[in-house]
């Protein structure tokens, strides 16, 4: 089944300790995003990755980091997490640009 | 800059309605692609739709059409016979054929009464 998956959905942290959450998704797609929701904000870019190797920030990149290491693969890192980036977080692929992106289930954080 | 915008907050329809979705779009672009996505209460992000900008031809799916109108830089959504299970919040979004992230409207939460 092509899908877009994520790891962990759901995730209760503190302040300061790293952690990453993991995208992968199984359709070939070059293009890979990753969001965060939040209410009243909307969707809002984070980060964004053409291609292997190849990665550019989005709309609200401060306070994290991304890798792309492998096509299928890209994960998000929170170096040194804040209560301000409790959000929900979505992955998305897509094989272009201008492709339809295919989002992950969301990831749920709350930085405490 | 590209801008997407939904001003319908809130809708509650009681079921089997007609219930339309606005959307209005700004890009200076001529080759954009406009996206709809439906988030039910579970919280994931369903693809519905995804239209050129040199489609003009209106899309129906079902209980689900689609009005393209680049006149207006609309692209509404309309659901016929609405349902409980329509029940979401459904995001309007934009891009263009460059390198610009997909623009997203705020979304519209619509609620179907039985």
């Known amino acids: 089944e092509a899908q877009v998956t994520q790891n962990p959905r759901y995730l209760i942290t503190v302040t300061g300790k790293k952690l990453t959450v993991t995208c992968s998704q199984n359709m070939n797609h070059e293009y890979m995003s990753w969001y965060r929701q939040d209410p009243g904000l909307g969707l809002r870019q984070i980060y964004y990755s053409m291609n292997v190797e190849v990665t550019d920030k989005g709309d609200v990149p401060e306070g994290y980091k991304v890798s792309r290491k492998e096509k299928r693969n890209f994960p998000l890192i929170l170096e040194s997490p804040s209560p301000n980036q409790t959000s929900l977080y979505f992955c998305a692929s897509s094989l272009g640009t201008e492709g339809t992106q295919y989002f992950g289930p969301g990831t749920r954080l709350l930085v405490l | ?114």
């Open chain 2, 1 to 114: 800059a590209q801008k997407v915008t939904q001003a319908q907050t809130e809708i509650s329809v009681v079921e089997k309605e007609d219930v339309t979705l606005d959307c209005v779009y700004e890009t200076r672009d001529t080759t954009y692609y406009l996206f709809w996505y439906k988030q039910p209460p579970s919280g994931e992000l369903v693809f519905l739709i995804r239209r050129n900008s040199f489609d003009e031809q209106n899309e129906i799916s079902g209980r689900y059409s689609w009005n393209f109108q680049k006149s207006t830089s609309s692209f509404n959504f309309t659901i016929t016979a609405s349902q409980v299970v329509d029940s979401a919040v459904y995001f309007c979004a934009l891009t263009d054929s460059g390198n610009t992230p997909l623009v997203f409207g705020k979304g519209t939460r619509l609620s179907v009464i039985a």
